[in-house]
């Protein structure tokens, strides 16, 4: 096989761009489906740019099947027994797996390995699920999906359709990986960013922004995005890191915060209500407001690597290592009136 072709292989049947097993084809009269559709073609085109991806391949290693045991309405997605395998697709099941580390987001079981993941994503669902009432026959978008763990979660509740929007490709080839064995119809994966919602103009019903509008140069403009993607009485779910305070401001660090890049505008709990308001959106109520636990975010053997105790400063863990007040966490509802 040619190197252009190595990743090829496990890619191509998810952007085969074949209606007759598209999804959103159904929806075709209701999206921009000719945007989408060239957003993934550009994805496609860009494939071999991806760092890892002549290593693609691995996923292919075990054939897809429908598993007899799929369990996603407990804190463990579980997916799959040991006993479907053969020994060499055991033995390749490990491979895969520790090709994908770290797992940040989780936890799984996958045909009965435990995968604990640095992310207790499960802690994060429970606040969530008691706050938005019914999912049921809902029309969902979560962004930012990492491994799919929380659509996952969303299709226990028996939604019409959940589309986790996440541009990294090597965590749209994890969920693919798993849903090729779990085969949950409700739920599917474009590996796009949000900014691709403009495509899905008064569609959903509910929208997950999950630790996502901090990472954004631009929150306001997520949150356009986000407000006219909802249908009229459409709710936003949103997970913010933040800071203490009671005044309406913003906290803009340098090039790290608590060791990650990326991170851009950390608003007190005022700012983002006032942000939030600004895009449009009414009903607007915090849900939880506590500070960032390493009882929920901390290192695993499926993810050695620096957590969040590592980025707190050592005697204080108010501040963060570069002297910044230590993250919390707002959960926020809010309606699209």
């Excluded at 631009?218 to 993607?229: A, E, G, M």
């Amino acid at each position: 096989m040619k190197k252009e072709e190595l990743g090829t292989s496990f890619c191509n049947h998810l952007l085969s761009l074949d209606t007759l097993n598209d999804y959103l084809f159904y929806y075709r009269k209701a999206v921009n489906y000719d945007r989408i559709n060239f957003e993934r073609l550009a994805v496609k085109r860009n494939l071999g740019l991806q760092p890892f991806f002549n290593s693609l391949n691995i996923f292919h290693k075990i054939k897809p099947f429908k598993s007899n045991h799929i369990l996603i309405d407990s804190s463990v997605v579980e997916i799959g027994k040991k006993d479907e395998l053969n020994d060499s697709e055991l033995i390749d099941l490990q491979y895969i797996l520790r090709f994908i580390k770290p797992w940040k987001k989780g936890p799984f079981t996958l045909f009965d390995t435990p995968l604990d993941s640095e992310w207790r994503s499960d802690l994060k669902w429970q606040r969530i699920e008691k706050s938005i009432g019914s999912l049921s026959g809902k029309r969902i978008a979560d962004i930012g999906s990492n491994n799919g763990y929380f659509l996952f979660r969303m299709a226990a509740s028996c939604p019409e359709l959940v589309i986790g929007f996440e541009p990294v490709i090597k965590h749209w080839c994890t969920f693919s990986f798993l849903q090729s064995f779990a085969q949950v119809p409700s739920i599917h994966f474009e590996p796009l960013g949000v900014e691709s919602l403009v495509a899905f103009d008064n569609f959903f019903h509910t929208v997950f922004c999950l630790g996502i509008l901090y990472h954004h140069p631009d929150p306001h403009k997520i949150l356009t995005i986000i407000y006219k993607s909802l249908q009229k009485r459409g709710k936003v779910i949103i997970d913010c890191q933040g800071i203490e305070g009671e005044e309406s401001s913003c906290f803009f660090p340098g090039k790290r915060y608590a060791g990650a890049k990326g991170v851009w505008y950390l608003p007190t709990l005022p700012a983002l209500f006032h942000w939030l308001s600004r895009a449009g959106f009414k009903k607007i109520e915090c849900f939880y407001n506590e500070k960032l636990s390493s009882d929920e975010q901390r290192p695993s053997v499926w993810a050695p690597i620096k957590s969040l105790n590592d980025f707190l400063l050592s005697g204080n863990d108010s501040l963060t290592v570069e002297g910044y007040l230590a993250p919390r966490r707002f959960y926020v509802l809010a309606e699209k009136v």
